[in-house]
């Protein structure tokens, strides 16, 4: 079911640097995987997606690794800017079922 | 990319009144629409599935009286709040899964919609 969390782990980086946030999932059947980034007071952007039949895929900037031995989804950001700052949640879905599982997000604090 | 639009961004109403929040997807058909309810700090919870033209599938806890979902075309889905509270104040999140520019099939999200039931 959907995560809920009162604190979000938090995850400060100086500009410029690589950020990597990470999220568990622990379905096995999960064959979709998505990240998003939420900016204060905004819905979720979508940034990049990844499916099952794959361990790596690159966007602009930002690369998702998809371990699914140990369930484990990572997004990487290549030169980390402030506009990068919010929140940040992993989401995933299996075949057959037509909702996302959202995890509880992580918050990214770029400082200049 | 794709675009979803909310409306209104903001509502300010008194209890015991009904809202009704408008989520359309701009430059796809969305094959199914998600209304999500957002508390501060916290992650998205979901509060119904509709498909175009079916009636809405709605999470378990969630009050289908309450929260009405009309998904009448493949752009447009409506959430009314209905006898609104103050403990319905909260962030409304709409989302609509579609296939944009013969990508994979996935899913965008409004802008939301804040309400405050006073």
């Known amino acids: 079911g959907e995560s809920v969390g009162l604190h979000l782990p938090t995850l400060s980086v100086q500009e410029g640097d690589n950020s990597i946030i990470n999220c568990a999932y622990s379905n096995s059947a999960s064959d979709y995987f998505i990240w998003y980034k939420q900016e204060s007071g905004k819905g979720p952007q979508f940034i990049i997606d990844i499916r099952s039949n794959m361990d790596k895929r690159q966007g602009q900037r930002v690369t998702v690794l998809l371990n699914k031995t140990v369930k484990h989804l990572s997004l990487q950001i290549a030169a980390t800017q402030p506009g990068d700052s919010a929140v940040y949640f992993c989401?995933?879905?299996?075949?057959?079922?037509?909702?996302?599982?959202f995890g509880t997000g992580t918050r990214l604090l770029v400082s200049p | 990319g794709a675009v979803v639009s909310q409306h209104p961004s903001w509502v300010i109403c008194k209890s015991g009144t009904s809202v009704k929040i408008e989520c359309r997807s701009l430059d796809f058909q969305a094959t199914t629409m998600f209304w999500y309810r957002q508390f501060p700090k916290q992650s998205l919870m979901l509060m119904a599935t509709s498909n175009e033209g079916s009636k809405a599938t709605y999470e378990q806890g969630v009050e289908k009286d309450k929260f009405l979902i009309n998904h009448a075309s493949l752009t447009l889905s409506t959430l009314t709040v209905t006898s609104a509270h103050p403990e319905d104040s909260s962030f409304y999140i709409c989302?609509?899964?579609?296939?944009?520019?013969?990508?994979?099939?996935?899913?965008?999200f409004g802008p939301g919609t804040r309400l405050l039931v006073l």
């Open positions: 989302s609509a899964r579609g296939v944009v520019g013969g990508h994979q099939e996935t899913q965008y």
């Open positions: 989401a995933e879905r299996s075949t057959g079922f037509q909702k996302l599982v």
